[in-house]
């Protein structure tokens, strides 16, 4: 079965500055790999998500992620952060062909900004 | 639309009552999905359905969980007797046809059982 892992359970960054936010996977032949956001007090909300072609992914809110089948990596990144960043994310995977029918998440990273 | 509805938002049980969450799924999804999440085990997948039939509830905890959906825009997850442990948030979700798309979350019902 696969797994994710999200080594960083909090990450602060100052607003406006960059951020990266770590994701590995374990390994497959070949992986669906996403990210969702959660903002408080809601549920999750889909930012991105990698399926095949260009590695390089761009979601909503200007994120994007870079998939790296050597490493096993998807890193969730941002140029500029604002503090309507604030939020806990989850970077999920699924086994193709089943597409996104069942998501394994990994245990989320708590993003804060600071003013 | 409005999007998957969830009810109540927020319960508080005591310890051994029945425990029921509502939720309706996104019109033409026929994926429904339930999560938990807690601090301590974060999002878990309890069950899911396709076509109003599980397909997969290896989640849930124990017997004292069920999920039913009798058709394709409601489902009910219950939990009877409850125990403290089981507070959480408990998160629905719809999908369109497997495949590639999304799964859209509801708002959660907050459940806390004393």
């Known amino acids: 079965a696969q797994s994710v892992t999200q080594l960083d359970s909090q990450v602060p960054v100052f607003e406006e500055a960059p951020v990266e936010l770590r994701c590995n996977y374990s390994?497959?032949?070949?992986?669906?790999l996403f990210w969702y956001v959660q903002y408080p007090n809601q549920g999750l909300q889909l930012l991105l998500k990698?399926?095949?072609?260009?590695?390089l992914v761009k979601g909503i809110n200007g994120f994007e992620a870079e998939f790296n089948k050597s490493q096993t990596s998807f890193h969730l990144r941002k140029p500029s952060v604002h503090i309507s960043d604030t939020a806990e994310y989850f970077c999920?995977?699924?086994?193709?062909?089943?597409?996104?029918?069942?998501?394994?998440f990994g245990t989320g990273t708590r993003l804060t900004i600071i003013p | 639309d409005a999007g998957v509805i969830q009810s109540p938002r927020h319960e508080v049980t005591e310890m051994g009552q029945e425990v029921t969450l509502r939720c309706k799924p996104i019109?033409?999804?026929?994926?429904l999905f339930w999560y938990r999440q807690t601090m301590m085990r974060g999002l878990e997948l309890l069950i899911y359905?396709?076509?109003?039939?599980?397909?997969?509830d290896s989640g849930m905890p124990e017997d004292r969980f069920s999920a039913k959906m009798p058709n394709a825009s409601f489902s009910t997850l219950k939990i009877q007797p409850s125990e403290p442990r089981d507070s959480a948030v408990y998160f629905c979700?719809?999908?369109?046809?497997?495949?590639?798309?999304?799964?859209?979350f509801g708002p959660g019902t907050r459940l806390t059982v004393l």
């Open positions: 979700a719809s999908s369109f046809p497997a495949g590639l798309d999304e799964q859209f």
């Open positions: 390994s497959s032949v070949s992986v669906y």
């Open positions: 990698y399926l095949s072609g260009s590695t």
């Open positions: 999920a995977v699924s086994d193709p062909p089943r597409g996104n029918e069942k998501l394994t």
């Open positions: 019109s033409g999804h026929d994926y």
């Open positions: 359905f396709n076509n109003n039939v599980p397909i997969d």
